[in-house]
């Protein structure tokens, strides 16, 4: 297999683009950076391009090493054919591979096995064949009766050759294929019931749906049932379909043998055949599930990490709570810890007044202006009283409801007890989801991606390939953004390209002993952050206010030349980079020449447009471009809501059947997706993502069962 060939079949790449792309991903390079300071060379492919192209070229590499020691063990056996070895070189994927090596590979102790140990393949294969016109079966077996060798009837001969026969048709990689094609075509997954009580997996008490239409979510939602032994799961085809595969490929009419090698090719199906079949194609639905899964987890979590920061603002966080009460931090501008405390607005308790004086206090000493009011137990009656509290202020104070998925996790950890020795876990809850607020993405990446709650059934899927999956879309996020050198913490220096988590520390330990860095070339001086390390992650790091202003841009040091002959063509001040930018920049190139100026600064046009974005504006963060949070000044409840109701809302989850959005009111509402747009679309995905604002039409509430459906036609 030409891998390259298949790469670009696969991926809309040049030939010589795909070939680079290869190459830097084997000298070593980051997805990071690869796809930002590359771009000639790769044709601009996106970090999420060149993921999917590394991971596809590791299962092709894969499947050829196994190739060449399927081969080898083949030939090693002296069973090679010109045929089978074509068929080898063939084989796409590696299911394909496995079917074919199925024959050959050393098997445990089988009916079969031991029939060939008592002498009965002749047997089998005479019988196979179905060459003899005349005669019968118990006469071809019976020259094979040896009480020496357990045969003691000639009906034990001709047991022993149907489990040789079984066993081959089960091994045959055609029959295999076919059958699986034949159930992904016109077969159905059935679930039906193990117990009578009612539970959260009742819609597929009985349940069938075609093996090849069943969406991803449904195929998680069973295996869960099954799992959880509530649910029995099987995969049916029609057994005159599925033996008419077998019956085509292994009996021959008018033999004395035909009959003999249907009951066989009938022991097979049921025995041997179908149930393994039925686990590979299980298999594969679940393996395709997962991926879809993982692939919608990672979608909703890059935004959910690109949300806008809430910059400039003192803020105080209410993690609620009922009998220990809700726990206090106020954070300044900047993160830093100003006071905690804790009140008991809620029940049992229920102090409102002196909760009230208590947070009132805080406000004007601390100068807050914004509340973060954690999404979890108590929240309700959290926001109620905040609510009330900032009605004295006149719109001067506003509150936001933040998730607080995984605020515990990190509050419990080695990292959050390193970060706050003093505070209690409760307290470190509370302290996280103020600076959530302010920066989504410097507090998120301190928490296990798996626990931050935007997926769907993420505790089932593999651990190791979701947690790939997200540590890629965190770095790919974090690398979008950039991280500010001197103030950055170890947590999320490690996700910056190039940068392990032994060098993020080493980073923060330089920064101690000789205080902030001046300029990126002093990272050459971090111990273990060598040459290789240096290219992959300068220009992802930040220095406001150092010595050179491109410091503070996503100008990699390689095109500082460049960067510095681009402002000389144009007669433009450098000095202009410190004092906000050159917003011209582009209509001067532009009347320049982009092309023409791109030769003369030696760099691409990519690159050069790169270039001129970032000195329009040094310093500048993508996520300001983002949809604001929702900041709340009143409440609403769901009592409140009523049909035909028209609201502003923040999507909050992606899910395969549509879109769970916050409106406000504690209970996130149901956009299915049929409701999102006029026009047919697949997945939810296409349209929206999470962390966008929308409005929306209240279709149905049910109260008892705190279920909200919402339209957006």
């Given at each position: 297999m030409d891998i390259?060939?298949?790469?670009?079949?696969?991926?809309?790449?040049?030939?010589?683009?795909?070939?680079?792309?290869?190459?830097?991903?084997?000298?070593?390079?980051t997805i990071p950076f690869i796809a930002r300071y590359r771009k000639e060379m790769t044709g601009a492919c996106d970090d999420q391009a060149l993921r999917e192209i590394g991971d596809r070229l590791q299962y092709l590499r894969n499947l050829e090493k196994k190739k060449e020691d399927y081969t080898a063990a083949i030939t090693e056996q002296g069973k090679m054919t010109e045929e089978l070895a074509r068929a080898i070189a063939d084989a796409e994927t590696l299911a394909a591979l496995e079917d074919l090596y199925r024959p050959f590979k050393q098997k445990r102790r089988t009916r079969a096995t031991i029939a060939r140990e008592k002498g009965l393949e002749p047997l089998a294969m005479d019988l196979l064949a179905q060459d003899r016109r005349s005669g019968t079966v118990e006469e071809m077996a019976a020259s094979y009766v040896d009480e020496e060798k357990g045969v003691e009837t000639v009906a034990d001969a001709l047991a022993g050759a149907n489990d040789i026969i079984a066993e081959i048709i089960s091994d045959s990689p055609e029959v295999r294929s076919e059958l699986k094609e034949l159930i992904l075509r016109k077969g159905v997954i059935r679930s039906v019931a193990k117990t009578e009580?009612?539970?959260?997996?009742?819609?597929?008490?009985?349940?069938?749906?075609?093996?090849?239409?069943i969406p991803s979510h449904r195929i998680l939602a069973i295996n869960r049932g099954e799992a959880e032994e509530i649910l029995k799961v099987t995969v049916e085809i029609e057994d005159f379909a599925a033996m008419g595969v077998l019956f085509r490929h292994f009996v021959k009419p008018g033999s004395i043998s035909t009959q003999f090698v249907k009951d066989a090719a009938a022991d097979s199906y049921a025995r041997l055949l179908f149930p393994s079949v039925e686990r590979e194609i299980r298999s594969l639905l679940t393996e395709k599930a997962d991926e879809q899964a993982i692939k919608m987890f990672g979608q909703n979590l890059k935004p959910l990490l690109l949300q806008s920061p809430v910059k400039d603002q003192v803020v105080?966080?209410?993690d609620p709570g009922y009998r220990m009460g809700c726990k206090l931090a106020a954070v300044d501008a900047t993160g830093k810890v100003l006071t905690t405390g804790v009140i008991y607005p809620t029940p049992p308790k229920n102090e409102k007044e002196a909760s009230a004086a208590k947070v009132k206090a805080?406000?004007?000493?601390?100068?807050?202006?914004?509340?973060?009011?954690?999404?979890?137990t108590a929240t309700k009656e959290a926001e109620i009283f905040?609510?009330?509290?900032?009605?004295?202020?006149?719109?001067?104070?506003?509150?936001?409801i933040v998730n607080e998925a995984g605020a515990s996790v990190y509050s419990a950890s080695k990292l959050g007890a390193a970060e706050f020795p003093q505070f209690d876990v409760s307290v470190r809850s509370a302290i996280s989801l103020a600076r959530r607020l302010q920066d989504p993405l410097a507090e998120l990446v301190k928490i296990d991606p798996k626990s931050i709650g935007v997926g769907q059934y993420q505790h089932d899927l593999p651990q190791n390939r979701l947690t790939e999956s997200l540590e890629g879309v965190v770095e790919d996020c974090v690398n979008a953004v950039g991280a500010d050198l001197n103030t950055a913490s170890p947590s999320l220096l490690q996700y910056v390209a190039g940068v392990t988590a032994s060098t993020a520390k080493n980073i923060q330990t330089y920064r101690e002993e000789n205080g902030s860095f001046t300029s990126r070339a002093q990272l050459k001086k971090v111990k273990g952050l060598g040459p290789k390390a240096f290219e992959q992650c300068a220009g992802f790091l930040r220095i406001p206010g150092g010595k050179e202003p491109l410091d503070n841009t996503a100008v990699h040091p390689e095109s500082y030349p460049a960067a510095k002959r681009l402002l000389e063509l144009l007669s433009v001040d450098p000095k202009t980079?410190?004092?906000?930018?050159?917003?011209?920049?582009?209509?001067k190139a532009a009347a320049y020449g982009k092309e023409k100026l791109a030769a003369d600064c030696g760099v691409g046009l990519p690159t050069l447009n790169d270039i001129i974005t970032e000195l329009m504006k040094p310093g500048r963060d993508i996520r300001d471009a983002l949809p604001q949070p929702v900041l709340r000044a009143d409440l609403m409840s769901l009592e409140d809501l009523k049909e035909g109701m028209e609201l502003t809302g923040t999507v909050r989850n992606v899910i395969d059947f549509g879109v769970f959005v916050d409106i406000g009111v504690h209970q996130d509402g149901l956009v299915h997706i049929s409701q999102i747009?006029?026009?047919?679309?697949?997945?939810?995905?296409?349209?929206?993502?999470v962390g966008d604002i929308v409005k929306v039409k209240v279709l149905k509430v049910d109260p008892a069962k705190k279920r909200i459906s919402l339209t957006m036609k």
């Open positions: 390259i060939t298949t790469l670009c079949h696969e991926f809309p790449v040049r030939r010589d683009r795909m070939e680079n792309v290869v190459k830097l991903i084997d000298d070593g390079n009580e009612d539970s959260v997996y009742a819609t597929y008490y009985d349940y069938t749906e075609p093996v090849g239409k105080l966080a209410i805080i406000i004007d000493r601390c100068g807050v202006t914004c509340i973060a009011v954690g999404n979890g905040v609510a009330d509290v900032i009605k004295d202020y006149h719109g001067k104070v506003t509150y936001a980079l410190k004092t906000g930018g050159v917003p011209e920049l582009d209509r747009c006029d026009r047919y679309i697949k997945h939810p995905s296409e349209v929206l993502k």
